[in-house]
Structures are given as C-alpha cells and as structure tokens.
C-alpha cells in the first residue's frame, strides 16, 4: 500500500507510504491518495484529517523517475494531466472536514502544494519547503501567493529556492513550527479539537473561509494557473540549465541524479 489510512479518537491520519523514495508523487501513490479522501468523506467516525508522509520526508514532490515518456506529451494530454492536479488540490482544499498536514523533512514542488492546499499545516523544525520545479521549466499553480506577498511569493518561486521551517512560519505557509518528536501530537491534538465542534458548523465555516478566498479570484487564478500550466510544461523539452546542458535530454539518457546535479549545481553558488 502505497497510502496507508489509521482511524483513532474521530480522526484519521493518512500517511504517504512510499519511503524509499521520499513519497515522491507517482501515479500510483497520487490514485490511492484520491481514494482514501473519498473513503473518509462520507466516513461519519471521522471527523478531522492529518495528513504526513512516512519515512524522512512529507513528499519530495513529483515522481521525477517515472517520467521518462512525458517530455512527448502533446498540449492536449499536459492539459488532461494538469486538470487532474488541479482537481486534486481542490479535492483536498474543498473536503468537508479539516485537513491537517504533518510536515517534516522535504515538502517539494507537488509536495509542497499538497501540504499547503491542506487546512492548516504545521511543520517540523527540520522540515524544508520549495518549488525547485523551475529550474527545469516546469510550474504549479501554486498556494504560495494567497498565503504570503508577491515579494515573498516571487523570491521563493522564481527562484527555486527551498527554505526552512522557520522561514514558512515567518512568510505565513505554515501555522506552528514544533519539535520533530511532537510534529504528529500537535497535528493530532489540533485536529481533535476541531473534531469536538459540531461537523456541520466546521463545514459551513470552512466554506465560508475558501468562500472569502473565491470571492478574491482564488478560482478565476487557478484557472488561469492551469493553462499556463500546460503551456509551461510543453515546452520543458526546450529547458537548459545556464551553461546550456538540455535537462530534459540529461534526465533521460543519464537518470534523475545527474539531471538533478545539473539543474540545481549552478545554484550552489550565491
């Protein structure tokens, strides 16, 4: 099981179960994850939702390894593949109980937007966040503009830089930084406090929060988002990191390690 589900005490914990590879978000991984939100929907012994992932990470982001075939995609099926990315962060922003993410080691690119489309997200001190993503051209429409300022938005995404904990905390992506050994008593204990509240009164009130959100353009931006989405990741094939290596062309004749060598070495330097 690439997703495992425990209900305890009106709550359930899903877990990202893929370890050996950070959770990276493969195909697989993401239909079990839709699967266990739907079951929990109607689930009325749950009330609330933590959401972590297993091993040493959250999620390290999209399944780079398993992607060898998509730099073929035409237009079409990148806007097919990014409607379903779409709906999913919807999914878990739009569930009627509240999610809390658990965050702890890397939360990367899809990773990353999967922790913050979440309720509230509390992190571990060790806990790394970022959209590398565009070093290699790619993109997501993303969180990260609604819960901090453009400056702060730009300066992480336009650069593909990943920042600590703290640094989320004070940019507003995440609600509380605490010790790694208290990361899931703390999402637990908050998600049992929201599950002692009448289900129908968190649930309007959740509403009403995305609903203030909505009435600024958050869906009129995702939308948009999307298509540029797909434009983005069609022309991914064209990538070159800044001494003119193809990265899309390295990544499939030489494997993710020196894909991820070339894209992210030239930014070691300050």
Known sequence: MLVLTEKRDLIATITLNRPEKLNALSHELVAELVEAFEAL???????AVVLTGGGRAFSAGADLGGQRGEHGRTIEEWEARMAENQARQFMVRDFPKPVIAAVHGYALGRGCELALWCDVVIASEEARFGEPEIRHGSMVASMIPYLTNPQQAKLLILTGDTISA???LEMGLVARVVPPD???????????????????????NKQLINAMYDAMGFRSAMDYGHKIETLCHSRIPEAENVVG???ERLRREAGVKA????????FRER
């Open 166 to 168: 703290r640094e989320a």
């Open 259 to 266: 894909f991820l060598d070339a894209r992210d070495g030239p």
């Open 182 to 204: 208290r990361l899931l008593p703390e999402a637990e204990g908050i998600a049992r406090r929201m599950a002692k509240v009448p289900p129908f009164a968190v649930r309007y």
């Open 245 to 247: 290596v193809n990265l």
């Open 41 to 47: 929907r109607e689930d009325e012994a749950v009330r």
